[in-house]
T-cell receptor, first 112, second 112 residues
Framework: ETGVTQSPTHLIKTRGQQVTLRCSSQ?????VSWYQQALGQGPQFIFQ???????GRGNFPPRFSGLQFPNYSSELNVNALELDDSALYLC???????????FGPGTRLTVL | QKEVEQNSGPLSVPEGAIASLNCTYS??????FFWYRQYSGKSPELIMS????GDKEDGRFTAQLNKASQYVSLLIRDSQPSDSATYLC????????????FGAGTTVTVRA
């Protein structure tokens, strides 16, 4: 157990809808990173938040957005869902932007 | 060219044997390297971190890094059925770009 929690565990949405995924970082960690993992592939970096500021972004469109709260928990929002957004969404927390990243259990999103 | 590439696998080894996993990376600025283990349907679990050239041992796991050859490897000694999983190699730059870049993973099956 890493102490990183994510909710919900599973989610089913239809194309065009919006979704919010949540992550609570490990105690003492101020950095949260989000990844998308499609079946059979390695995780792909979406973005990172460090002390409530976006600290880097991968090759994802603007409909993927996020924020980090003062307690360092974080949200990932995806608008206008597409079928290809179906994936495992992983949140990772770290002591700071330089340190090892520890993953939560993930949220399995299915877009129909 | 992908940033991180792993030997394709799958890799099947008998119980008690050594499993050898390989990973190459294209970005010479990469500084830190990680091996994650991912059981089917679960999230990645950090098992090894390595930052400098040479070997690093932790129990039955040994990570090897050669920055000149841009090569990272993981050896699993005395393989057990519980080691059956997908192993993900990841690299990060730590120079203002803190994302983890993952390979696609190598699936290991340990035969009892």
């Amino acid at each position: 157990e890493t102490g990183v929690t994510q909710s919900p565990t599973h989610l089913i949405k239809t194309r065009g809808q919006q979704v919010t995924l949540r992550c609570s970082s490990q105690s003492g960690h101020n950095t949260v990173s989000w990844y998308q993992q499609a079946l059979g592939q390695g995780p792909q970096f979406i973005f990172q938040y460090y002390r409530e500021e976006e600290n880097g972004r991968g090759n994802f469109p603007p409909r993927f957005s996020g924020l980090q709260f003062p307690n360092y928990s974080s949200e990932l929002n995806v608008n206008a869902l597409e079928l290809d957004d179906s994936a495992l969404y992983l949140c990772a927390s770290s002591l700071d932007q330089y340190n090892e990243q520890f993953f939560g259990p993930g949220t399995r999103l299915t877009v129909l | 060219q992908k940033e991180v590439e792993q030997n394709s696998g799958p890799l099947s080894v008998p119980e008690g044997a050594i499993a050898s996993l390989n990973c190459t990376y294209s970005d010479r600025v990469s500084q830190s390297f990680f091996w994650y283990r991912q059981y089917s349907g679960k999230s990645p679990e950090l098992i090894m971190s390595i930052y400098s050239n040479g070997d690093k041992e932790d129990g039955r796991f040994t990570a090897q890094l050669n920055k000149a050859s841009q090569y990272v490897s993981l050896l699993i000694r005395d393989s057990q059925p519980s080691d059956s999983a997908t192993y993900l190699c990841a690299a990060t730059r730590r120079d203002g770009d803190y994302k983890l870049s993952f390979g696609a993973g190598t699936t290991v099956t340990v035969r009892a």
